[in-house]
């Protein structure tokens, strides 16, 4: 299976702030890559797929790059709404796995 | 405006079987493939298994699964099933389903149920 990493696994940050979280793969996953934010108690929610496309709706502070098997995902102005746990998954083939996840904390 | 619905989970023993459900309405059910992915407390994400709109394609499971989880829909009644056999203690998790983006298994899963709490206890 592949491996999915994410780095750090907490982050504090204030309002304002720009924040970039990383993803590494085992393998290269081409561009198959998805990043989620869950906030406390809430189901996952889309925020980019094919590591760099926005899903719709989805805040332009949100932004994705990365191919291969490096990744990052960055929000360029840190929102109050923005506080969650961030996953990225792959998708390449047909057995999915998800990195362990990464909390923004108010700092 | 799509909604998932899951239900069936529940307080169960080790070596059970459980079977969820997951009712969907706001979109043409048979269109998409659907997912379920489960969060054990307190953890992360983890993928269980996956089926094409269709149902007549593969199934996809993880390997934490395969042999005790069955995935199937009934795109009559816009429902998709997970039947869990032999069930561990390991497999205590909110349990969601959640749809993908195209027919086809993909694995961009656009939208999300509240979730479902199985626990494997006795």
């Known amino acids: 299976d592949i491996q999915m990493t994410q780095s750090p696994s907490t982050l504090s940050a204030s309002v304002g702030d720009r924040v970039t979280i990383t993803c590494r793969a085992s393998q290269s996953i081409s561009s198959w890559l998805a990043w989620y934010q869950q906030r406390p108690g809430k189901a996952p929610k889309l925020l980019i797929y094919?590591?760099?496309t926005l899903e719709t709706g989805v805040p332009s502070r949100f932004s994705g790059s990365g191919s291969g098997t490096e990744f990052t995902l960055t929000i360029s102005s840190l929102q109050p709404d923005d506080f969650a746990t961030y996953y990225c998954q792959q998708y390449n083939g047909y057995s999915w796995t998800f990195g362990q996840g990464t909390k923004v904390e108010i700092k | 405006e799509v909604q998932l619905l899951e239900s069936g989970g529940g307080l169960v023993q080790p070596g059970g079987s459980l079977r969820l459900s997951c009712a969907a309405s706001g979109f043409t059910f048979s269109s998409y493939a659907m997912s379920w992915v489960r969060q054990a407390p307190g953890k992360g994400l983890e993928w269980v298994s996956a089926?094409?709109?269709?149902?007549?394609?593969?199934?996809y499971n993880a390997d934490s699964v395969e042999g005790r989880f069955t995935i199937s829909r009934d795109n009559s009644k816009n429902t998709l099933y997970l039947q869990m056999n032999s069930l561990r203690a390991e497999d205590t998790a909110i349990y969601y389903c959640a749809k993908d983006t195209w027919e086809g298994v993909r694995g961009v899963l656009d939208y999300w149920g509240q979730g479902t709490l199985v626990t494997v206890s006795s």
């Open positions: 089926l094409s709109g269709s149902g007549s394609g593969n199934s």
């Open positions: 094919e590591a760099s």
